[in-house]
């Protein structure tokens, strides 16, 4: 065989190696473009709460921005940029675009999280944005008492009765308190709550033997203490005799377990306990 054959015959098999190789990268560049393509973002229901509605817009513009607007006369109130995401230029830009998932209220915050899973929370008074520790502020002030939060308040918050409507409450240290309230012997836990529709304050009652719960504040009226707690400022529990002890000063009837003793500094201060059918309310001071 001459030498010129010999080359025409190798060159055949790698023009061949060739065209297959440039066949399968024609092939593959419309599925690498179509991979490097973004999902349509998430559509993220609105909050509406006392007449505003909080909007999340999802087109490329204002992918992390949420919109306020009065729902009576429909006119925006004011926008914010809540956080932002760095935009490598060496990478499709589209692919790196982080959009709004979803939106929420929480003790006069606006919580947004985003399609990565950060959580920001927007101070609706002052517009001020911190992100949310999730790991600290589930519960801060649990953490604050060495406590976890009681498994009987996590039931109760996450699938029990609660959860349709109400929310734990942080705004005062401790959110909660154990005591045998109704006096059967078991251990039963109060904590602060907040209902998620009307953004009243109240006190859940769960009790240790059945893990009923009872709403005192929070939309259910209860004494002088109305329904709404937010003027609550300080509580702590009393034992049955000391319950009774200060419930003598107003003759209040015997106690059947431990009692809550609720104040506002400097001013009013009552007992919640329970007289054997429900929970009532005895002034201590105005």
């Excluded at 944005?129 to 589930?138: I, L």
């Excluded at 049955?240 to 200060?246: F, L, N, P």
Aim: charged share 25%; hydrophobic share 40%; with cysteine.
């Amino acid at each position: 065989m001459s030498a010129n054959d010999h080359h025409k015959h190798v060159g055949k098999p790698a023009a061949i190696v060739a065209r297959v190789v440039f066949t399968l990268i024609a092939l593959a560049l419309p599925l690498c473009s179509a991979l490097s393509k973004r999902i349509a973002p998430p559509t993220v229901t609105p909050v509406i709460h006392e007449g505003v509605r909080y909007v999340a817009p999802t087109d490329d513009g204002r992918r992390a921005y949420v919109e306020v607007w009065d729902v009576q006369t429909n006119k925006r109130l004011w926008e914010l940029t809540v956080f932002t995401n760095r935009i490598d230029p060496k990478l499709e830009e589209d692919v790196q675009w982080v959009f709004i998932k979803s939106l929420s209220l929480r003790d006069g915050m606006l919580m947004v999280t985003s399609e990565r899973g950060k959580t920001y929370q927007v101070d609706l008074k002052t517009k001020t944005v911190t992100q949310f520790d999730a790991a600290q502020s589930a519960a801060p002030d649990a953490a604050a008492q060495g406590h976890e939060i009681p498994q009987a308040v996590a039931r109760a918050i996450t699938n029990g009765s609660l959860s349709k409507q109400y929310d734990l409450s942080f705004r005062m240290n401790p959110f909660y308190l154990r005591g045998d309230f109704n006096g059967d012997g078991n251990t039963d836990v109060a904590f602060l709550v907040q209902h998620r529709s009307t953004r009243k304050i109240g006190i859940a009652i769960v009790h240790g033997a059945t893990d009923k719960v009872i709403i005192l504040g929070a939309g259910v009226a209860i004494g002088n203490g109305g329904d709404d707690f937010e003027w609550m400022d300080s509580w702590r529990v009393l034992s049955k005799d000391s319950a009774a002890r200060e419930g003598g000063k107003t003759n209040a009837p015997d106690f059947r377990g431990d009692a809550l003793f609720v104040e506002k500094s400097e001013a009013a201060s009552a007992l919640i306990y329970w007289n054997g059918k429900r929970y009532v309310w005895s002034q201590q001071g105005d």
